[in-house]
């Protein structure tokens, strides 16, 4: 079966750092985009980044440019997102999410997802 797992969320102090990851099993991820995406309470979902496929290309949200960054391991089948400098705002369920897509922007509509994460950031 198709199936995405998250990992790596905890408790964490402001100015922390985590790092998630994101095991696949019933496909490859090489030949996937993959995204990672948060939830906070009463917040719409909202996409944090993602990795292309053809050219391997990454996006960040605004919020997260420059203390995130988005990795892939193909002979592991994993996607980490390395999170630094957290912030208490970063504090929410967090999934990753693959499509088979190929060519042209990771920003799109996905079709497999995690169970999620949570990420708390609190003094």
């Known amino acids: 079966q198709v199936q995405l797992v998250e990992s790596g969320g905890g408790l964490v102090q402001p100015g922390g750092s985590l790092r998630l990851s994101c095991a696949a099993s019933?496909?490859?991820?090489?030949?996937?985009?993959i995204g990672w995406f948060r939830q906070a309470p009463g917040k719409e979902r909202e996409g944090v980044s993602c990795?292309?496929?053809?050219?391997?290309?990454?996006n960040y949200a605004d919020s997260v440019k420059g203390r995130f960054t988005i990795s892939r391991d193909n002979a592991k089948n994993t996607v980490y997102l390395q999170m630094n400098s957290l912030k208490p705002e970063d504090t929410a369920v967090y999934y990753c999410?693959?499509?088979?897509?190929?060519?042209?922007?990771?920003?799109?509509?996905?079709?497999?997802w995690g169970q999620g994460t949570q990420v708390t950031v609190s003094s």
């Open positions: 999410a693959a499509t088979p897509a190929w060519g042209g922007s990771c920003v799109r509509e996905y079709d497999y």
């Open positions: 019933g496909f490859t991820l090489d030949y996937y985009a």
């Open positions: 990795i292309s496929t053809s050219d391997g290309s990454t």
